[in-house]
């Protein structure tokens, strides 16, 4: 990488993001914040973010938080939202515009737009406010999502924006991108956690909607010019959770060299009610969560393939 006075940023580059976590302690070194940026070109049945899936702006509805007062009902000008048995009162995404008045009038703060525009100077004076755990802790910060690289110009000047300022950067990718938005961006990158959901093809395809082809490629070639990985698996159970899926995924990691190593995210349903305030079936409902105790075998299993394996304790 260039010297950081080398460093030219475009401040005004723009990305979509739709949350940001300050004080996370679980994906990457020290104290970081999360940036989560929209758009992802998988569909996986277990993801836990939904609203991350669409580029485009979103209404989260929270029926917990809803009295049923209906003035959101009255007011849409779109005629737009309708009392549903299931889903509360349900926003027609086929009718909605986004103008947000259902938002802004509902006293209970049940509607929230999800989605903001904001340039790489905006973003960096967030991401600044914390310069000093980052530094103290030899934290910094986590790109994910939704997939970061769906936005590859706006997360190429992010990472870059941070390199100047001695930051620490890390970056949560399924990688199903062409290479040149990966190899662009690493040289602004200390450490990228690698989703790998499924070896089999087939299997990719039918619950993540893509091949893995083009992810596994991307692996193999990032191995060969960045020395920092790490490899992540979902647990799913009846996905991907048979002893061959596993190993197969273990045994091909085994041949990298610089993986440093496995993490293995155990199921769980926390996004569950995310689905529903999109008015969204949840797919998963009934497939119980999975303790992570139940996989201390996995470690053993690693073990034989020659790779280190670490249950995720988040």
């Known amino acids: ?9 475009d401040q005004k580059k723009r990305g979509k993001i739709f949350d940001i976590k300050r ?9 970081r914040t999360l940036v989560f940026l929209k758009g992802c070109p998988l569909r996986c049945e277990w993801c836990a973010n939904p609203e991350s899936r669409e580029y485009i702006d979103q209404i989260m509805y929270y029926k917990n938080k809803c009295v049923g007062c209906g003035k959101c009902i009255d007011k849409c000008p779109e005629q737009a939202i309708y009392a549903d048995e299931k889903f509360g009162l349900k926003i027609d995404s086929e009718k909605c515009t ?15 737009v999800i989605g903001e525009m904001l340039s790489v100077r905006e973003l960096m004076k967030k991401i600044l406010k914390d310069k000093e755990f980052y530094d103290s802790s030899g934290g910094g910060v986590t790109l994910t999502g939704g997939e970061p690289l769906f936005q590859a110009d706006f997360v190429l000047e992010l990472l870059k924006a941070c390199k100047k300022r001695n930051i ?6 399924c990688a ?26 087939t299997c990719h395809q039918k619950y993540t909607g893509v091949s893995n082809k083009v992810i596994i490629e991307n692996l ?13 698996v979902p647990f799913i159970p009846g996905y991907n959770s048979q002893n061959k899926y596993q190993v197969d995924i273990y045994d091909f990691i085994a041949t990298m060299n610089n993986v440093k190593r496995i993490e293995v995210l155990p199921y769980h ?6 689905y529903f305030g999109l008015g969204k079936d949840y797919k998963l409902k009934d497939l119980e969560p999975v303790n992570k105790e139940e996989l201390t075998y996995l470690v053993e299993l690693g073990h034989k393939s020659g790779v ?5 304790t988040e």
Request: aromatic share 10%; proline share 2%.
């Open 1 to 9: 990488m260039s010297a950081k006075e080398d460093i030219i940023v």
């Open 23 to 31: 004080f996370a302690t679980g994906d990457g070194p020290g104290i």
């Open 98 to 112: 986004l103008c947000g008045i259902c938002v802004e009038l509902c006293y209970y703060n049940a509607r929230e």
């Open 168 to 173: 620490n950067t890390a970056l949560e990718t």
């Open 176 to 201: 199903y991108t062409k290479w040149d938005n990966i190899s662009r961006i690493l040289p602004y990158l200390d450490l990228v956690f690698y989703d790998i959901k499924h070896l089999d093809d």
């Open 220 to 232: 193999e070639k990032m191995d060969q010019s960045f020395d920092n990985i790490i490899v992540r």
């Open 269 to 274: 349903r926390l996004g569950m009610n995310k």
């Open 308 to 312: 280190e394996i670490q249950i995720d």
